[in-house]
């Protein structure tokens, strides 16, 4: 050996392998690392010859005591996967028996193979092993086998010490993904964030019923993160999440959980909830935002039929919930509709002015134009018109303009100049409460500044400072919260108040508005009375 002679080191391993002295041939692969490229081969080679039994182990040994050199080789990995995929029955004997090393390999190879003959041997490995290393290798590769018989195991795991074990075992849990499985896993949520986002995107990547149902109950959450990540999941899965979100609807007890199903039903856009909302709403929910909510939700959806129900929501006591309804119209436009508004407006008593005044602000456009060429309604729309938010106007104007109805488009020349008012930002990520904003806030006498997207927002307000930030709780990807706490680290509360305006009235979202630096929560519906109360406080 001492001249490391290929043809001597050649036999030598020969008479080695005959006689099954381990010793000796990890004696002569020390060495493989001395000697040409042809030599290694037919070493390895001739290793192969041998019985199974005995080459693996000695395969086993060069990537565990010569890790640098089986990098260099992988013909030495490449020979191990093959001969275990020829006689995959060893594999187990191999992963239990304590004077194998390098089970990171047989582990990892386990894995490859996805050998669910190996779970067993697996499990028992983790039961006697100490090395978290191996540990979380073992948990990994049970999750690629994805033996429902390792599950017990893996939920022990969940409640381990280590962070990165309990994540290996959520992980795994996912890819085994039974029904128990996933019970599991909605069994360990509600004390981590991470963990239970982790949860929840395993929930929306398997999508069996338990999965989405677990998802759907994520909607009452305690959380807004945790709401409007499920809200997000649920909308990316689609129609297949309609059937648990309809029996929803039918949770007259719990006006958040209909109002957040509502705005997910909209969302999805799928006709089948259509009937279902309807029913809601002819149970004349108590909640102003749930009613605001399915208006909202109908005004995404395409009503074939029974349209002329959403009238009824033009004479509701609050004014969102109206402007809801004559999106929804609109949305849903027909000539019955148009006729049954029509009736209502001809009275010109104070429901036909407030239903106009409505129209008006709503910027409903097909409704508001087949209502132009009547008398009637140009009458009470100058009534609401000349005081109206500038853009408004604007509006309306080329409307009239463009249809060639220019009597009516002169009527607006000349009315009420803007002058300079306070700016009042509102950040929501409903078009509609914009809408309202706009009306509102430009009735109480300031410039709305308005905004959809929280990033949006943050971006304008490096650069100015209004008097005040409206904000919504629920909104993806920045909620509420967060766009507080962003705020703080430009503006103190006595330099930019902030005041959250929201349907929810749970103790852990106020808690953290509050730690996050708003000033004072409000709930919807608004209008300009309560609003002006509200921001009277600060203003």
Same mark, same amino acid.
């Given at each position: 050996m001492a001249d490391l002679n290929p043809q001597h080191m050649i036999e030598?391993?020969?008479?080695? $392998?005959?006689?099954?002295? !381990?010793?000796?041939?990890? +004696?002569?692969?020390?060495?493989?690392?001395?000697?040409? &490229?042809?030599? #290694?081969?037919?070493?390895?080679y001739e290793l192969t010859r041998g019985e199974v039994s005995f080459s693996i182990p000695q395969l086993l040994y060069l990537l565990?005591?010569?890790?640098?050199?089986?990098?260099?080789?992988?013909?030495?990995?490449?020979?191990? $996967?093959?001969?275990?995929? !020829?006689?995959?029955?060893? +594999?187990?004997?191999?992963?239990?028996?304590?004077?194998? &090393?390098?089970? #990171?390999?047989l582990i990892q190879v386990a894995g490859e193979l996805r050998s669910d003959d190996s779970t067993l041997a697996l499990m028992e490995l983790v039961a006697g092993s100490q090395d978290e290393a191996e540990i979380k290798l073992v948990l990994e590769t049970l999750g690629l086998i994805g033996d429902p018989e390792a599950i017990?195991?893996?939920t022990d795991y969940l409640y381990a010490a280590n962070r990165d074990l309990i994540i290996a075992a959520v992980q795994a849990l996912g890819q085994v993904g039974t029904p128990t499985a996933m019970h599991r896993l909605a069994e360990r949520m509600g004390t981590d964030n991470e963990l239970d986002f982790m949860i929840l995107s395993i929930f929306a990547d398997v999508q069996d019923q338990v999965s989405l149902e677990k998802l759907n109950e994520t909607l009452r959450s305690h959380y807004a993160h945790m709401r409007t990540y499920a809200k997000q999941e649920i909308v990316r899965i689609g129609a297949k999440a309609v059937p648990n979100l309809i029996e929803n609807l039918l949770r007259d007890d719990d006006a958040d959980f209909q109002i957040h199903t509502?705005?997910?039903?909209?969302?999805?856009?799928?006709?089948?909830?259509?009937?279902?909302?309807?029913?809601?709403?002819?149970?004349?929910?108590?909640?102003?935002?749930?009613?605001?909510?399915?208006?909202?939700?109908?005004?995404?959806?395409?009503?074939?039929?029974?349209?002329?129900?959403?009238?009824?929501?033009?004479?509701?006591?609050?004014?969102?919930?109206?402007?809801?309804?004559?999106?929804?119209?609109?949305?849903?436009?027909?000539?019955?509709?148009?006729?049954?508004?029509?009736n209502l407006l001809m009275e010109k008593d104070d429901d036909a002015r407030h239903i106009t005044k409505i129209i008006v602000n709503s910027q409903v456009d097909k409704i508001f134009m087949s209502l132009a060429g009547e008398a009637y309604f140009q009458e009470m729309a100058?009534?609401?018109?000349?005081?109206?938010?500038?853009?408004?106007?604007?509006?309306?104007?080329?409307?009239?303009?463009?249809a060639g109805m220019d009597d009516f488009a002169r009527l607006l020349?000349?009315?009420?100049?803007?002058?300079?008012?306070?700016?009042?930002?509102?950040?929501?990520?409903?078009?509609?409460?914009?809408?309202?904003?706009?009306?509102?806030?430009?009735?109480?006498?300031?410039?709305?500044?308005?905004?959809?997207?929280?990033?949006?927002a943050l971006e304008w307000l490096e650069k100015e400072k209004p008097a005040m930030v409206l904000t919504d709780l629920n909104m993806p990807e920045i909620t509420g919260v967060d766009l507080t706490a962003k705020i703080r680290k430009k503006y103190s509360p006595a330099e930019l108040p902030v005041i959250m305006v929201t349907t929810q009235n749970?103790?852990?979202?106020?808690?953290?508005?509050?730690?996050?630096?708003?000033?004072?929560?409000?709930?919807?519906?608004?209008?300009?009375?309560?609003?002006?109360?509200?921001?009277?406080?600060?203003?």
């Open positions: 030598e391993i020969q008479d080695n $392998i005959k006689t099954g002295d !381990a010793m000796k041939t990890q +004696l002569v692969l020390s060495h493989l690392g001395d000697v040409d &490229k042809k030599t #290694q081969n037919r070493l390895i565990a005591d010569h890790a640098a050199l089986a990098a260099e080789l992988p013909i030495i990995k490449e020979t191990l $996967i093959s001969q275990l995929l !020829a006689y995959p029955e060893l +594999l187990s004997g191999f992963l239990v028996n304590p004077k194998i &090393k390098g089970k #990171q390999y017990n195991l893996l509502l705005n997910v039903l909209g969302d999805i856009g799928d006709e089948s909830a259509i009937t279902s909302i309807r029913k809601l709403l002819g149970r004349e929910p108590k909640s102003a935002n749930v009613r605001f909510a399915a208006y909202e939700s109908l005004a995404l959806l395409p009503l074939r039929k029974g349209a002329y129900t959403l009238a009824a929501g033009l004479t509701d006591k609050e004014d969102h919930v109206c402007m809801a309804a004559a999106r929804a119209i609109d949305r849903n436009y027909s000539d019955i509709l148009v006729a049954g508004i029509k100058m009534i609401y018109l000349p005081h109206a938010h500038q853009d408004t106007r604007q509006h309306y104007h080329a409307l009239l303009k463009g020349d000349g009315t009420e100049k803007e002058s300079v008012k306070r700016k009042i930002v509102a950040v929501d990520d409903s078009r509609m409460i914009l809408n309202i904003y706009k009306a509102t806030l430009h009735e109480l006498g300031y410039e709305p500044v308005l905004f959809e997207f929280p990033a949006s749970e103790a852990n979202d106020n808690k953290a508005a509050f730690v996050a630096g708003v000033s004072k929560i409000i709930q919807k519906p608004f209008n300009a009375v309560s609003l002006k109360a509200a921001m009277a406080e600060f203003i």
